[in-house]
């Protein structure tokens, strides 16, 4: 699979597979299909409640580790410096895990200042239970403080976007500074499909509005982690490389935002 190289240095493959709200059996038959169509890069988060899981599979696999890249997110409400330390720790417990490929905060916090995960932050990375660090759901003026707090490089930002759902200005922002975008809810949770701007594109190529939508994020410079259940829409979500989008076709879909 094709990768992006992280500011850290460390290649984060460029489509993942999204696991929430997989749980339980079913988390773990959607990881046996998705391994073996060849995903590597996990995105998961403390609050998706499926880490145990995500390791028990694992484990049983007997995947290498260094073949796999796992993302997982510190909960919203345990920023702290005391709840972030302990949370990392049982994310890896539950993971079977020394380490995650990247730790991001899940959420900017109303309440808890940032100097305080960071401190947290800066601590796991050292410690190596985190090879790469990084945010999601951060602004612009969010992006600058992390900057400034990390004594690692803030590798990306997992923020929401796709054809009817876009955040250019932190794009931008990211791009500038070679800081990666992640983009969640890539399909905008299947509700955008039916769009008859996508289904034309699609048409064009032979593909589905689900391609189209990846396909656009990717040409935009983003990962992907779409979230599927079925091997049909796994499968699908891998078919994101040998075939472009023209210029007009990325303007089209980009259009669809500001109508
Ligand atoms: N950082 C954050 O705050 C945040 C927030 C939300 C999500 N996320 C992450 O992003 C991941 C993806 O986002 P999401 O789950 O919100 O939405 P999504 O990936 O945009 O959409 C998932 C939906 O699309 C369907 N689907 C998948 N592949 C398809 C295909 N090829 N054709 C047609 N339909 C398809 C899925 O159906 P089936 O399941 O039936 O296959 C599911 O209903 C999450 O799982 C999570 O890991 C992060």
Request: glycine share 6%.
């Amino acid at each position: 699979m094709e990768s992006m190289r992280l500011l850290s240095g460390n290649e984060m493959p460029v489509v993942g597979l999204g696991t929430w709200p997989l749980k339980g059996d079913q988390c773990k038959k959607v990881l046996k299909e998705a391994l073996g169509l060849g995903y590597t890069h996990i995105d998961t988060a403390w609050i998706y409640d499926n880490h145990r899981e995500i390791g028990e599979y694992l484990q049983d696999t007997q995947v290498s580790r260094g073949d796999l890249f796992i993302t997982s997110k510190i909960g919203k409400d345990y920023v702290s410096y005391d709840d972030t330390m302990v949370q990392i720790d049982e994310i890896l417990t539950d993971l079977q895990m020394d380490y995650v490929d990247l730790l991001l905060i899940h959420w900017p916090s109303d309440s808890v200042p940032m100097e305080e995960t960071f401190r947290a932050f800066n601590e796991i990375h050292a410690a190596g239970k985190a090879l790469s660090v990084g945010v999601s759901n951060f602004s612009v003026d969010q992006m600058e403080q992390a900057n400034a707090l990390s004594n690692a490089p803030v590798c990306v930002n997992q923020i929401k976007y796709h054809p009817s759902h876009e955040q250019r200005e932190v794009l931008h922002w990211c791009q500038q500074r070679d800081t990666i975008v992640t983009a969640y809810s890539p399909l905008g949770k299947d509700r955008i499909l039916d769009d008859p701007i996508l289904g034309e594109i699609a048409g064009n190529h032979e593909k589905t509005a689900a391609h189209v939508c990846l396909k656009w994020l990717r040409q935009l410079g983003m990962i992907v982690i779409p979230k599927a259940s079925s091997r049909e829409h796994l499968e699908a979500n891998l078919e994101v490389f040998d075939w472009n989008l023209s210029e007009e076709e990325m303007s089209r879909i980009s259009a669809m935002y500001d109508a």
